[in-house]
């Protein structure tokens, strides 16, 4: 169980392009999911948690009308890299946690692999 | 900012033996947890431990948390080529805070 879907797994596009990468998860509601991003060798840097019916609530230096964060359901957050550009390239990866929340382990989707030509 | 500092950085080890690998944070923490990540993939839990429980175990891993060193670890027994793997601690300052991930130990294990 706890499954989340992650799509599309790899992207490659032109400057300037918009781009949207739906988390899913699939057997199980999630009232809360989180944005990641990560660099080749590096942790996960958290960019942003996203609320069903609330807006996402982002971290300190992400700008929240580069990447839109939409949370319409309890299954469902999408992120909309906006105008992207070569230096957004990178490996997303979005998780949720169980709506029950307290000490709940996160479940992760397979990351999107964004590059940005 | 990461909280936590996974040590060592690298692992190289033989297919059977051990492997152990630490944490360390500086805040106070509701719990603890470890993560391994596939190259290319996502994360996988593998255990959560509460800041009171001093050990836990699960299958082969075995993770302990010792509060007053601000520190855990995890150690794999009889590794296997399949364990080859980054694996994260990841902190929490509530049962329902964001986690905050260390920077990761890369492990290889040689058939």
């Known amino acids: 169980g706890a499954v989340v879907s992650q799509h599309p797994s790899r992207v490659i596009c032109k400057s300037g392009t918009s781009v949207k990468i739906e988390c899913r998860s699939l057997?199980?509601?999630?009232?809360?999911m989180f944005w990641y991003r990560q660099f080749p060798k590096q942790s996960l840097m958290l960019m942003a948690t996203?609320?069903?019916?609330?807006?996402?609530?982002?971290e300190q230096g992400v700008e929240k009308d580069k990447f839109l964060i939409n949370h319409a359901s309890l299954t469902l957050s999408t992120l909309t890299v906006t105008s992207a550009h070569p230096e957004d390239s990178s490996f997303y990866i979005c998780?949720?946690?169980?709506?029950?929340?307290?000490?709940?382990?996160?479940?992760f989707g397979d990351g999107t692999r964004l590059s940005i030509l | 900012s990461q909280q936590g500092e996974e040590d060592p950085q690298a692992l190289s080890i033989q297919e059977g033996e051990n492997a152990t690998m630490n944490c360390s944070y500086k805040?106070?923490?509701?719990?603890l947890q470890w993560y391994r990540q596939n190259s290319g993939r996502g994360l996988v839990h593998l255990i959560l431990?509460?800041?009171?429980?001093r050990e836990k175990h699960s299958g082969r891993l075995r993770v302990t948390l010792d509060t007053s060193k601000k520190s855990s670890s995890l150690l794999i027994t009889a590794s296997r080529a399949a364990d080859t793997a980054s694996y994260f601690c990841?902190?929490?300052?509530?049962?329902?805070?964001?986690?905050?991930f260390g920077k990761g130990t890369m492990l290889l294990v040689s058939p």
């Open positions: 998780s949720a946690r169980l709506s029950t929340g307290h000490n709940q382990p996160q479940h």
């Open positions: 990841a902190t929490a300052v509530s049962g329902y805070s964001t986690l905050t």
């Open positions: 431990i509460r800041s009171n429980e």
């Open positions: 057997d199980f509601q999630a009232t809360t």
């Open positions: 996203s609320n069903e019916g609330s807006k996402a609530t982002y």
């Open positions: 805040t106070s923490i509701n719990n």
